[in-house]
């Protein structure tokens, strides 16, 4: 178990340049179902480590991939024969690859943007393909200096899958157009610029550290609700908006005079 695994409730790491695969599906559909099934505002560290300019790989993973409960006292679900999550951008991709395969990860993502818990990634040199899917639905994203962020390619072109989605909805599609229609990579820097990534860091993992003690204690529900008011805001009219928004505010108002207990959920919270 690696230092970064001990600083939270459930962690999930990944190969920056993993491959999609029925594997990799699973990976993160055990990890949802874990935090699902866990104590109640929880925290999920998601650490992504791909190669470093100089080529190298930047605090090696312990096997290539690995998820579980961090308290639980080590690592469950399994990686590939390679030691890689969903295997490595070596191999030819998409690769004995369904669609019914690319259906089922994006109801993982979408499973995993949707949970009642603080989601935080930290991410260590090359990001692309999957790993910006997973990426793009946490709530925290702190990275090092030598981070790059990249949509998959296959064949000559990118891959047309949800990535596109949030890229356009997180940056807006000037910004997102060239990642997407070309597969121009955006740096570290950029990705701060744009609001991809929350922080930009020396030691990722120190900051990682304080980031989870500054948000300790914060409710996994209140920030589904949140989130998923801004997931909804692109594309409601505020007329429409207006219902759920009053029905979240009056919880925080009840919560606020009552506790906890006092709340009953809103429509359309993440369940």
Partial sequence: MTELSRLTDFYLELNGAAVLSAELVESVDAVCRQVGDGKKDASLLVRIVGAADGGGSVGAADGGGSVGAADGGGHVGAADGAGHLGGTSDQPWPYDVSVHTVNQWERALRRLERLPALTVTVVDGACRGPALDVLLTTDYRI??????????????????????????????????????????????????????????????????????????????KELSIRRQLLFEASSTSFEDALGAHLAACDRALRLASTGPDAASGMPGAAG
């Fill in 143 to 220: 990275a090092s200096r030598y981070a790059r962020l990249g949509v998959s390619s296959v064949g000559r072109n990118t891959w047309p899958g949800m990535a596109l989605h949030r890229l356009a909805n997180q940056v807006g599609v000037a910004r997102a157009r060239s990642a997407a229609l070309f597969g121009t990579e955006i740096d570290a820097a950029r990705a701060r610029e744009w609001g991809l990534l929350d922080e930009v860091v020396d030691d990722a993992a120190s900051r990682c550290r304080e980031v989870l003690n500054t948000f300790a204690g914060l409710s996994g």
